[in-house]
């Protein structure tokens, strides 16, 4: 008999890491929901996707409204095996401007938890189901440079463990993603920056991890050693390291 094909939502497709995800979940015969702020650019994708696709304009820095087109694209969907929450903004924020510090946390973390919220009632009628959040290494420690960021990052971390234990006696999984470096708009001009990997090297080693169903998926895996080493560094000799790469970081470039 054939089997029905499986759907996934992916809230944050329009670019980078998101879109990378969408081309490969199509690719591998998903029917794939884009959600992002422009619905020029999810269209633009979906003529791109070898698959059916739809497509559904949600603003995560309103989260009311995002949840309810989120609903939306479900039931027009009519049913969904996968939701990815990808979407997040990164700010440098030296100067700490409160818009910027703002922006990072209702889009990262409420809205986040927003989408997050819709997923686990909707998954938890059907007692099955995938919720995958898209966090970063970054929240294992706070930065300076952008204490918005990483804290909300160490919010998804946090929330995903509390919804692990929360449907531990059910089969719905959730999966917590965490890059390191990816090549895409969010990390435009930065300069010091190693292990860097493409959105596609990305997507493929999220859509293995989910294949896999492991809780917690290092993007590449060797940041878990990376972050495991980084992690138990005493919070002096880390502000210290952290000065010294900023320091690298903004240095001029030598010109020749
Ligand atoms: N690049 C890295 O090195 C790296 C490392 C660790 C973690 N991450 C995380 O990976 C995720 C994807 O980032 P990326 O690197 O692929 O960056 P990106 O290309 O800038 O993608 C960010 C995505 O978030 C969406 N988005 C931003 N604000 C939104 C809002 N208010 N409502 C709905 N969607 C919104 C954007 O879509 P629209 O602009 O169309 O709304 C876009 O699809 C982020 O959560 C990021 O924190 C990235």
């Not at 998903?30 to 739809?54: C, D, H, I, N, T």
């Not at 609903?71 to 049913?79: D, K, P, S, Y």
């Not at 160490?154 to 929360?166: T, V």
Request: charged content about 25%; glycine content about 10%.
């Amino acid at each position: 008999m054939k089997q029905p094909q499986k759907k996934a939502v992916i809230v944050g497709s329009s670019t980078g890491i998101g879109r990378a995800l969408a081309i490969k979940l199509s690719a591998e015969g998903y029917v794939v929901g884009l959600a992002g702020r422009s619905l020029e650019k999810l269209e633009a994708l979906q003529r791109e996707l070898p698959g059916e696709s739809f497509a559904r304009a949600v603003d995560l820095l309103d989260s009311r409204h995002a949840i309810h087109e989120l609903g939306n694209l479900i039931m027009e969907m009519r049913e969904i095996d996968l939701l990815i929450i990808n979407a997040g903004v990164l700010h440098p924020n030296e100067d700490l401007r409160w818009d910027w510090e703002e922006d990072m946390v209702r889009v990262n973390a409420l809205g986040f938890a927003a989408m997050a919220n819709v997923a686990v009632r909707y998954f938890l009628q059907r007692n099955r189901g995938c919720i995958v959040g898209i966090s970063s290494v970054a929240g294992h420690r706070g930065s300076g440079r952008s204490p918005a960021y990483n804290a909300s990052k160490a919010f998804m971390i946090n929330y995903m463990e509390g919804l692990r234990q929360k449907l531990s006696m059910t089969p719905i999984k959730v999966i917590d993603v965490r890059p390191g470096f990816v090549n895409t708009d969010m990390l435009r001009g930065r300069k010091g920056l190693f292990g860097v990997v493409s959105p596609e090297k990305a997507a493929e080693d999220i859509y293995r991890g989910i294949q896999k169903g492991k809780p917690i998926v290092y993007v590449p895996s060797w940041w878990a050693a990376v972050m495991w080493f980084f992690k138990r560094l005493p919070e002096g000799l880390y502000h210290w390291g952290y000065r010294r790469y900023l320091a690298w970081d903004t240095k001029p470039q030598e010109t020749s």
